[in-house]
């Protein structure tokens, strides 16, 4: 799929194109981003099939390289759980093992050549295609807020309702003419965890996906209407490097937010379980 293909051969309109969702509404609230939600849940019963299978299939032997893997996977996460969280959660590692393998599947999405899905959607006649559901800012917030609800739920759990109310209440200051004040705070300290969670995935990502369209747009993405000429190999080729060359650093980027967005609920949950 090329800019002269899909939108009269403006690279802008190349880039427009592969950052539009596919969406079924009237463009309100009520919109709902279809290739979002397709790939969300497809990667999610991946990642739901693959470990049942492991865990299914389990034995006290030599593990094979995928049971292996899985289970070193678990420890680690199990690891960071119990450096961190000082309390009693059967339900806190699994939640950290969805969240940190879920969102770097999503984030992995982001290593496919950029007009692979799309340009077959586009033979099944689906104009638009975004396959990084972590590149919506709806997927990623919805995530946050999920983590969000289990703050006040780990807090009730650890403290009880009036020890949270108290928190929200008296606390920095321990005085009731500060209760105001202090609640103020507490609301805009709350609020910011899942902006703040949710934004700095959906931002790493976003610019990584536009560096990849980029990449296309100045080489392959301009030059399929002339892919007679010599000049188009050596484009095709600076592509491919430059793919690979960017693809080698966005690994560790999808990693790594993967892992911070893990770390950060493990933090939340346990500053919200523990007492002050």
Not at 32 to 58: C, E, K, M, N, Q
Not at 203 to 224: P, Q, R, W
Not at 245 to 266: K, Y
Request: a negative charge; proline letters at 4%.
């Amino acid at each position: 799929m090329s800019a002269d293909k899909d939108s009269g051969g403006s690279a802008s309109d190349y880039i427009v194109h592969h950052i539009t969702n596919l969406s079924v509404g009237d463009g309100g609230f009520w919109t709902l981003h279809v290739d979002t939600l397709f790939f969300s849940i497809v990667l999610g019963i991946l990642f739901i099939g693959l470990f049942y299978r492991v865990a299914s299939r389990a034995h006290a032997g030599v593990p094979g390289p995928l049971q292996n893997f899985v289970e070193m996977l678990v420890e680690f996460v199990d690891h960071q759980v119990k450096e961190v969280f000082h309390g009693q959660s059967r339900a806190l590692t699994p939640l950290a093992l969805t969240i940190f393998v879920w969102v770097f599947l999503m984030n992995f999405m982001d290593l496919l050549p950029v007009d692979l899905l799309p340009a077959m959607a586009s033979a099944v006649g689906v104009h638009h295609l975004r396959v990084v559901p972590s590149t919506d800012p709806n997927a990623t917030m919805a995530i946050a807020l999920t983590v969000f609800v289990l703050i006040f739920v780990y807090g009730i759990m650890g403290k009880g309702v009036w020890g949270l109310g108290r928190e929200f209440l008296l606390h920095p200051f321990n005085n009731r003419l500060c209760i105001p004040f202090n609640l103020v705070l507490k609301v805009v300290e709350e609020c910011a965890k899942p902006v703040s969670l949710s934004l700095r995935l959906f931002g790493n990502l976003y610019a990584g996906e536009l560096i990849f369209v980029l990449i296309a747009t100045f080489t392959l993405g301009k030059t399929l209407s002339s892919f007679g000429e010599p000049l188009t190999w050596v484009l095709l080729a600076a592509q491919l490097l430059l793919g690979m060359i960017w693809a080698l650093f966005h690994i560790l980027v999808i990693t790594l937010q993967a892992f911070l967005f893990m770390m950060l609920t493990i933090i939340y949950l346990s500053m919200a379980h523990e007492a002050h």
